[in-house]
């Protein structure tokens, strides 16, 4: 079955250091890939996706993902973290078909220490 | 400039009562979706819509029934709640043809059933 795995369900970072959130996919034909971050009793707010126009997607918030094939990867990064960033991230994929259905990972609470 | 407004945002139920959580879309969405979040399960897919008039089933369809009668509404029904329904239940929409286009989702309705 068509599936998205994010390693690590809490990760948690000095305010500062590098953020790194892992997101991989199942299948070998590349779906369409996105992150989308959620602040406490809020909605699901998108933060970037692959558009296969660059591997290297810059989203909003300084974070970054990087879309690998040959490991079926879409790692999100952000080089330094701000305790704004404390959230829950969750990767998520469309594949083929039209009925736009997406499937998302277990979700990773980002915990940013002072 | 509203996107996606779901109504109730909290709610408190007994076991066995009814009750319907309604979405409304003002960007003319052909598309529609209800999930379910659960912790440590990501969001998972109770039902769909592709267009007005019809519905599909999700991941976890048991014990919920949609319709969408009009195109900038989907509504979710509950017709005997039980406590394993306990959750936050999101609303999202996207237009056709979907492609890279991430889905937009409200705020959440807070549900629990004791």
């Known amino acids: 079955a068509q599936s998205v795995t994010q390693l690590g369900s809490h990760v948690s970072v000095s305010e500062g250091a590098l953020v790194l959130l892992r997101c991989n996919y199942s299948?070998?034909?590349?779906?369409?890939l996105f992150w989308y971050v959620q602040y406490p009793n809020q909605g699901l707010q998108l933060l970037l996706k692959y558009t296969s126009a660059a591997t290297l997607v810059k989203g909003i918030n300084g974070f970054e993902a990087e879309f690998k094939k040959s490991e079926t990867s879409f790692h999100l990064t952000k080089p330094s973290a701000h305790m704004s960033d404390a959230a829950e991230y969750f990767c998520a994929v469309r594949y083929s078909g039209n009925t736009g259905k997406l499937i998302f990972g277990q979700g990773t609470t980002l915990q940013v220490k002072p | 400039n509203a996107g996606v407004t779901q109504t109730p945002k909290f709610r408190v139920l007994k076991t066995g009562q009814s009750m319907t959580l309604l979405c409304a879309q003002d960007m003319n969405h052909e598309y529609m979706y209800w999930y379910r979040q659960d912790p440590g399960m990501g969001l998972r897919l109770i039902h769909y819509?592709?267009?007005?008039?019809?519905?599909a089933k999700g991941e976890v369809p048991d014990g919920y029934n949609v319709s969408r009668l009009k195109k900038q509404n989907f509504l979710l029904g509950l017709e005997s709640a039980a406590p394993s329904q306990t959750s936050v239940y999101f609303c999202a929409s996207i237009d056709r043809h979907p492609g890279n286009q991430p889905q937009h989702f409200g705020d959440g309705t807070r549900l629990s059933i004791l």
């Open positions: 299948s070998s034909v590349p779906p369409y």
């Open positions: 819509s592709v267009g007005e008039g019809t519905t």
